[in-house]
């Protein structure tokens, strides 16, 4: 028998290789003649450098660049065949501010553009941009500038690269700009479809999460509609209806407009550079999961992708998450054979958090147990 275990992280408890592992170690003790297969993945956000790190034995550089308030700190992309990977978390996440510092009026990407200038300098052909997790709320003008871009104001005075500053965008000088995009393919990764701006832009629905109140919400989302008009006058280019132009604060639309990039779903993305589908020859059960199994694991999250994959190839699957929020019923319906929470298992979510590996141990134990007896 063969199991491929391909989990997401649990965030803030077990990485995606910790939950691979203690599901390996509950189906050894059933039984140890079944071949596990670790195969730890993640949806395109945060925890994906991580993964790509243990699956193709990449270089990691680091290098110091600016944090989201233009503090140096020290953030790395990995690299491999001319290829960069670099994840926003690195240098722009929200974890890298403490509660009291998250404020996307103030917050920048340059730190991710120089990163990717790095890579570029290197002679990077590809480079894939993973942007969960960001602080910011600037529509990629940190990372452009970074990489050559500047933006001006109506006195043709050069503006910061922060969320409050978006408003007086008049024009964007592009003779200082280091790179050839038409040579590099550049992708954006992500999970959703938001678009720039409006009820359903970067501003209204992430911006709280940065620390944005409701005055600062308008001021981001005027911000982002000015953008996008000085990109259409500037260099011809339509960002307002991009399916995923509001990922990261916008950061999915400004690399569409300065970087030619391309946006790839998360999940699937990710499949395809750690050769997901190729791990499934011969498998009799996927065991996945992540922290929480809500209404957005229907859409786009990375065990729906997982459900997908098996479903196409006659391979049940069961997921282990930390919580499930969402009727199992609509789980069962979408594909999954099972599906087990460590949460019930313990006294608080403390503990949850803190015992999360010998719990997924138990329940993957469990999981195969059933599995074999019912023989599916």
Same mark, same amino acid.
Request: charge should be negative; hydrophobic fraction near 45%.
């Given at each position: 028998m063969?199991?491929?275990l391909?989990?997401?992280?649990?965030?803030?408890?077990? /990485?995606?290789r910790?939950?691979?592992?203690?599901m390996a170690?509950?189906?050894?003790?059933?039984?140890?003649?079944?071949e /596990? &297969?670790?195969?730890p993945?993640a949806d395109g956000?945060?925890g994906s450098? %991580?993964?790509?790190?243990?699956l193709?034995?990449?270089?990691r550089i680091?290098l110091?660049?600016?944090d989201?308030?233009?503090?140096?700190?020290?953030a790395?992309?990995?690299?491999?065949d001319q290829r $960069?990977? &670099?994840?926003?978390? +690195?240098?722009?996440g929200?974890?890298?501010?403490?509660p $009291?510092?998250?404020?996307?009026l103030?917050? /920048?990407?340059?730190?991710?553009?120089?990163?990717?200038?790095?890579?570029?300098?290197?002679?990077?052909?590809?480079?894939?941009l993973?942007?969960?997790g960001s602080?910011?709320n600037?529509?990629?003008? !940190?990372?452009?500038?970074?990489?050559?871009?500047?933006?001006?104001? *109506?006195d043709?005075?050069?503006?910061?690269?922060?969320g409050?500053?978006?408003?007086?965008l008049a $024009?964007?000088?592009? @003779?200082?700009?280091?790179?050839?995009? @038409?040579? &590099?393919?550049?992708?954006?990764?992500c999970?959703?479809?938001?678009?720039?701006y409006?009820?359903?832009?970067?501003?209204y629905v992430?911006?709280?999460q940065?620390?944005?109140?409701?005055?600062?919400?308008?001021?981001?989302d005027?911000?982002?509609?000015?953008?996008?008009?000085v &990109? +259409?006058a500037?260099?011809?280019?339509t960002?307002n209806?991009l399916a995923?132009g509001?990922?990261?604060?916008?950061v999915g639309?400004?690399?569409?407009?300065?970087? !030619?990039a391309?946006?790839l779903?998360g999940?699937?993305?990710l499949?395809?550079?750690?050769q997901?589908y *190729?791990?499934?020859?011969?498998?009799?059960?996927?065991m996945?999961g992540e922290?929480?199994?809500? %209404?957005?694991?229907?859409?786009?999250?990375?065990?729906q992708g997982v459900?997908?994959?098996?479903?196409q190839?006659?391979i049940?699957v069961?997921?282990?998450c930390?919580?499930? /929020?969402v009727?199992?019923?609509?789980?069962y %319906?979408?594909?999954?054979? +099972?599906?087990?929470?460590?949460l019930?298992?313990?006294?608080t979510?403390? *503990?949850?958090?803190?015992q999360?590996g010998?719990?997924?141990? *138990?329940? $993957?134990?469990?999981?195969?147990?059933?599995?074999?007896?019912?023989?599916?």
């Open positions: 063969k199991i491929l391909a989990p997401d992280k649990f965030k803030g408890s077990l /990485t995606a910790q939950v691979s592992q203690a170690n509950g189906i050894q003790r059933f039984d140890a003649s079944i /596990t &297969v670790l195969h993945m956000g945060e450098l %991580e993964v790509l790190e243990q193709l034995k990449p270089e680091t110091e660049v600016p989201p308030l233009f503090r140096p700190v020290r790395s992309y990995l690299w491999k $960069a990977y &670099v994840e926003m978390a +690195q240098a722009s929200l974890e890298l501010l403490a $009291a510092e998250r404020n996307c103030y917050t /920048t990407t340059l730190g991710t553009g120089s990163l990717m200038a790095d890579a570029l300098d290197r002679g990077a052909t590809e480079l894939y993973f942007i969960g602080a910011t600037d529509a990629g003008l !940190g990372v452009a500038r970074a990489l050559g871009y500047r933006f001006l104001d *109506e043709n005075q050069e503006i910061e690269p922060i409050k500053e978006l408003v007086r $024009a964007i000088d592009t @003779s200082q700009l280091r790179y050839d995009f @038409s040579q &590099v393919k550049v992708y954006v990764v999970d959703v479809q938001n678009v720039l409006g009820p359903a832009g970067a501003a992430y911006g709280p940065k620390g944005a109140d409701a005055a600062a919400l308008r001021v981001l005027d911000g982002l509609r000015q953008v996008s008009r &990109v +259409q500037d260099l011809g280019i960002l209806n995923g509001g990922a990261a604060g916008g639309a400004g690399a569409v407009a300065f970087l !030619g391309e946006i779903p999940t699937d993305t499949m395809q550079i750690t997901f *190729e791990q499934l020859a011969e498998v009799d059960l996927i996945t922290g929480k199994l809500d %209404e957005q694991t229907l859409h786009g999250k990375l065990v459900v997908q994959a098996g479903r190839r006659g049940p069961a997921a282990i930390g919580t499930c /929020t009727d199992k019923a609509l789980l %319906e979408a594909g999954l054979r +099972q599906v087990a929470e460590v019930p298992r313990c006294k979510l403390q *503990e949850a958090m803190t999360a010998p719990v997924v141990e *138990e329940l $993957a134990y469990e999981i195969i147990k059933t599995f074999r007896s019912v023989g599916t």
